[in-house]
């Protein structure tokens, strides 16, 4: 613990201020995470087609991220951050108390949905930004790792507060927690003093054939994101009846295990490199796809609900590859942008088809159609070259 003490202490300051501030925000998204699915359930009693189409609202401002970046590059990375924090905040507050329709809570849920998004490119970015050369998988690993600390706190909060209150009133609390957590990321992430990058990076996207693999993997990563982060929760709220408690339990439990494994796969990435990363992951997902599938032991799927939070870790590896294969440094924020708009282009499409594949064939032909998109991504992942160094 002293020794760690020791490191904090001499870290450079922008990086306290940034991974603080990442901690509280951190907080906002592991509450609204955790129970979001119960939240729709016991407020709005929706179906699965329904819960499907909600989607494409909630997935719509990672699609106009380019247009929305476009609007923020006159802004630095720290201004970026700063109207994250608020908008994240105010958003969730929303959703606690100005929702008295389903339609109202769209247009909260939306504005929380664009900070969240709009904090991808942010945490990559500035990840890059202050690490080392050749040690990028490591400090986006510790980013990763200070968002799952603040997961397990937003967890816990939840676990503790669901124990006592239900209903409106426990959503009222939890999320007014959560906007306050968002608004103290603000205080920290306005102290941060880092020079505005005034080069040609303030470009909206830059597509280029070069980037091929890295827009295919953004999109693979799309549909494979948006079944798990829609259906397997809905499955366990719908068909097993899993609680508020029991879903902050497993939040927990996943955060936990990811303070230390994103870290450890940053590490790991930078050790043996992205492919045989990308290659683990389309494995390790074809493996939970057929769990989702096939079993009903409600254990099991606890287990794959954690084993898929700690795989979306391949994340890291993506932004590494990308800075591997850039033409130019400044190619990075905003092909991560693009990426993120593709991804989120099929995380639109997909809970659709498969709200409407589970409403007509059953969730386990949900999963089954996953189970495809990892097939196809390890065959992408198989011929991916990567670069043994960076350019």
């Given amino acids: 613990m002293k020794r760690y003490l020791n490191r904090w202490k001499e870290a450079d300051s922008n990086l306290k201020l940034f991974l603080i501030g990442a901690l509280f925000l951190g907080i906002n998204a592991g509450v609204l995470s955790t129970t979001f699915n119960n939240y729709l359930n ?10 499907g189409l909600l989607e494409i609202p909630r997935e719509i401002p990672g699609f106009v991220l380019i247009a929305i970046t476009g609007f923020l590059a006159a802004y630095s990375m ?3 951050a700063i109207i994250v924090g608020i908008i994240s905040g105010v958003g969730v507050v929303g959703l606690g108390f100005m929702s008295p329709s389903l339609y109202l809570m769209t247009l909260w849920m ?3 949905s664009m900070g969240d998004h709009l904090f991808m490119p942010v945490e990559s970015t500035m990840g890059l930004h202050m690490s080392k050369e050749g040690k990028q998988g490591k400090r986006l690993g ?11 706190i937003g967890a816990l909060a939840v676990y503790l507060i669901a124990s006592f209150l239900s209903g409106a009133h426990l959503y009222k609390l939890l999320y007014l927690c959560a906007g306050v957590c968002a608004i103290l990321s603000v205080i920290f992430f306005s102290r941060i003093n880092i020079p505005v990058d005034k080069s040609k990076s303030r470009r909206r996207f830059i597509f280029r054939k070069e980037y091929g693999f890295f827009y295919t993997l953004n999109i693979l990563f799309g549909a494979r994101k948006q079944i798990f982060l829609t259906f397997a929760p809905w499955v366990l709220v719908t068909q097993f009846h899993t609680t508020p408690n029991v879903m902050a339990a497993l939040v927990m439990i996943a955060s936990i295990a990811g303070v230390l494994f994103r870290q450890v796969f940053g590490i790991i990435v930078d050790r043996f490199g992205e492919k045989k990363m990308f290659v683990a992951d389309a494995l390790i997902l ?6 989702f599938a096939f079993s009903k032991n409600v254990y099991f799927l606890y ?4 084993m898929d939070n700690l795989m979306f870790s391949t994340r890291i590896a993506r932004t590494t590859y990308l800075s591997k294969i850039a033409k130019e440094k400044s190619d990075i924020p905003p092909t991560i942008s693009l990426g993120i708009t593709m991804d989120h282009f099929f995380s639109m499409i997909v809970p659709v088809m498969g709200g409407i594949l589970w409403a007509t064939l059953g ?20 011929i991916i070259k990567v670069p043994a160094k960076h350019r």
């Fill in 78 to 80: 720290r201004g970026w």
């Fill in 142 to 152: 510790q980013l990763a790792g200070a968002r799952n600390l603040a997961m397990i």
């Fill in 303 to 306: 287990f794959l609900f954690i």
């Fill in 42 to 51: 016991d407020m709005y009693h929706i179906s699965e087609r329904t819960r």
């Fill in 363 to 382: 969730y386990d032909k949900v999963f089954m159609a996953a189970s495809v998109v990892a097939l196809i991504s390890l065959a992408v992942a198989i």
């Fill in 110 to 112: 939306m504005l929380w």
């Fill in 286 to 291: 074809f493996c939970i796809c057929g769990g």
